[in-house]
């Protein structure tokens, strides 16, 4: 029942973290540009805070579900991130990699940084966790909470390694540039922040 759990809090988050998100395209930023060194310690750094976030979220699922504004407001949350990130990538869409040395601590706390800077990871759990919980596909004790909090992390840690592995890869293959790579994922967050404002107007002032 342990290795269970724990492979299903794996499974859940690794495809969680499979559709692009600010989390992701900021690991592709960092992997392209800093190499994959300092990919995977933002990766660990990320990780490790996934399981503190992860845990107390399936713990406050109860309390969390019965908030009626929470999904509003986090989806204002993310639309600022979005379009503040968006606004900085476009902004030095055309300025080469730096060759400078990077320290290992500015992945590991932009690592921790986002990692706590994660709202949509709430409603996400909200509903993913409740529906474990009830169909009994994870026990709700603390010791099993903290198995399916490990596996949630070993979850994002692999899907991340892969993104970071992959942008790698890509661009190699397709000789991209960095100005190709950063306008492209700026256009991704700003198409991310305007789908959660046209949401917005869509719920307040058409559905009834």
Same mark, same amino acid.
């Given at each position: 029942?342990?290795?269970?759990?724990?492979?299903?809090?794996?499974?859940?988050?690794?495809?969680?973290?499979?559709?692009?998100?600010?989390?992701?395209?900021?690991?592709?930023?960092?992997?392209?540009?800093?190499?994959?060194?300092?990919?995977?310690?933002?990766?660990?750094?990320?990780?490790?805070?996934?399981?503190?976030?992860?845990?107390?979220?399936?713990?406050?699922?109860?309390?969390?579900?019965?908030?009626?504004?929470?999904?509003?407001?986090?989806?204002?949350?993310?639309?600022?991130?979005?379009?503040?990130?968006?606004?900085?990538?476009?902004?030095?869409?055309?300025?080469?990699?730096?060759?400078?040395?990077?320290?290992?601590?500015?992945?590991?706390?932009?690592?921790?940084?986002?990692?706590?800077?994660?709202?949509?990871?709430?409603?996400?759990?909200?509903?993913?966790?409740?529906?474990?919980?009830?169909?009994?596909?994870?026990?709700?004790?603390?010791?099993?909470?903290?198995?399916?909090?490990?596996?949630?992390?070993? /979850?994002?840690?692999?899907? %991340? !390694?892969?993104? =970071?592995?992959?942008?790698?890869?890509? +661009?190699?293959? @397709?000789?991209?540039?960095?100005?190709?790579?950063?306008? /492209?994922?700026?256009?991704? %967050? !700003?198409?991310? =922040?305007?789908?959660?404002?046209?949401? +917005?107007?869509? @719920?307040?002032?058409?559905?009834?």
């Amino acid at each position: 029942m342990i290795f269970l759990t724990f492979f299903i809090g794996l499974i859940v988050n690794f495809i969680g973290y499979v559709p692009p998100g600010n989390i992701n395209l900021a690991l592709v930023q960092i992997a392209i540009n800093r190499g994959i060194k300092q990919a995977l310690q933002f990766i660990i750094a990320f990780s490790c805070v996934e399981f503190f976030f992860t845990y107390f979220i399936m713990n406050a699922a109860d309390w969390l579900s019965q908030q009626l504004s929470l999904t509003t407001i986090i989806d204002w949350i993310m639309t600022v991130l979005f379009i503040v990130m968006g606004t900085i990538t476009w902004i030095h869409r055309k300025k080469a990699p730096e060759s400078k040395a990077y320290s290992e601590h500015d992945s590991i706390k932009y690592g921790i940084l986002l990692g706590f800077l994660n709202p949509v990871q709430v409603p996400f759990w909200m509903i993913t966790g409740s529906y474990l919980i009830t169909h009994e596909w994870i026990e709700t004790g603390r010791i099993a909470l903290v198995i399916f909090s490990i596996g949630a992390a070993a /979850g994002a840690f692999f899907c %991340l !390694f892969i993104y =970071a592995r992959s942008a790698r890869y890509v +661009q190699r293959k @397709l000789d991209l540039s960095n100005k190709a790579i950063n306008t /492209g994922i700026a256009l991704l %967050l !700003f198409g991310f =922040a305007g789908y959660n404002i046209v949401k +917005q107007v869509y @719920l307040v002032f058409f559905k009834h």
